[in-house]
């Protein structure tokens, strides 16, 4: 672990080290993508046009949108834990790595607050979608209730039936 903070040293110093890995850039990527697509203004939509040509999926729900943004943040807040480590381990075992261990530190930490804002954003998003549906499906649901109100539903079927028991009996 110390040679691998010794390799991270070096590469801050020559000025390659990043504080987000390769794999969760494509994911925030896709995620800011689909922060500013879901956003009206023409703005947002020149900025789009002008990101690398991944998308989100345009038969994407709102949840799947907000589930996948959660996924994002997961996986970022994992990075700024491993770099907390770093941190820990760079102050005990490396004092001349800690500076650089902060730094990277505090850009993984702010990426992971921009990557929860944009996921904050989607999952509100996805709660006002579903609780449009819900207002929906209780409309067509009280129109039901009504329809059914409408015929004999309720009506008092045994008592009907013994009442007209009895006046085949009398017919006979």
């Known amino acids: 672990i ?9 590469k801050a110093a020559a000025g390659g080290a990043t504080a987000m890995p390769q794999r969760l850039r494509f994911g925030t990527t896709i995620l800011v993508i689909a922060y500013f697509v879901l956003l009206p203004s023409a703005q947002a939509a ?8 991944f998308k ?4 994407a ?14 996986k970022a807040s994992k990075h700024r834990n491993e ?14 790595l800690y500076p650089s261990s902060l730094g990277k530190l505090a850009k ?13 954003k989607l999952q509100a998003k996805a709660v ?3 609780q449009g549906e819900l207002k929906e ?5 009280e129109n039901r209730e009504k329809a059914l109100g409408e015929g004999r539903f309720g009506a008092d079927f045994k008592g009907e039936a013994s009442e007209l028991k009895r006046r085949m009996r009398t017919v006979r």
């Open 83 to 96: 770099a907390w480590g770093d941190v820990l381990e760079a102050r005990k075992q490396a004092p001349a």
């Open 61 to 74: 729900s709102d949840a799947q949108k907000a589930s996948e943004g959660v996924r994002i943040y997961l």
């Open 137 to 141: 499906l209780k409309a067509v649901h």
């Open 108 to 120: 993984a930490n702010n990426w992971t607050t921009e990557i929860l804002d944009m996921a904050s």
């Open 2 to 10: 110390l040679a691998q903070a010794r390799q991270q040293g070096r």
């Open 46 to 53: 020149e900025q789009v046009a002008q990101q690398p040509a």
């Open 128 to 130: 006002d979608a579903a």
């Open 56 to 59: 989100a999926s345009s038969g």
